[in-house]
């Protein structure tokens, strides 16, 4: 006789933080190493991936569909955080404000406008890679 399943558990506050901590965290490595070099390294997006599913696993997720809706969630925090604060310095660079400034005004259409223009095709490809990545590890 097999023993009983034991019962699933919901994501503690741990998980959660752990999660929010690994996106903050690959957002903030993926906006330096682009301020860095100059350029918008979209293939991160498929590192922060693999930073998220490993996030959930250190945080107890049951496999299944709430993971891997958390872990592609998780990675499209980073895309667009890391999108947001690199096009925010930038920009705040050439009006003398600092990046926290500069982000908490930029406005989401001149930001959505200043991302198409940064991120190429090569850049689009790597993020929709990402999410892929995101979907099959944290499922």
Do not use: E, K
């Not at 690199?86 to 001149?110: F, K």
Request: glycine share 10%.
């Amino acid at each position: 006789m097999t023993p009983p399943a034991p019962p699933a558990r919901r994501a503690s506050w741990f998980s959660w933080l752990l999660l929010l901590l690994g996106a903050c965290g690959f957002a903030a490595v993926w906006v330096l190493l682009s301020l860095y070099s100059g350029r918008q390294n979209g293939w991160m997006a498929v590192l922060g991936a693999l930073d998220i599913a490993w996030m959930l696993r250190l945080g107890g997720w049951r496999p299944g569909p709430s993971r891997l809706v958390a872990g592609v969630a998780g990675t499209a925090t980073i895309v667009i955080a890391s999108n947001w604060f690199i096009t925010a310095t930038q920009l705040g660079a050439m009006l003398g404000l600092p990046p926290w400034d500069s982000a908490m005004r930029l406005g989401v259409h001149h930001a959505w406008i200043l991302m198409q223009l940064a991120n190429g095709a090569a850049d689009l490809a790597w993020i929709a890679a990402g999410l892929v990545v995101a979907a099959w590890l944290s499922r």
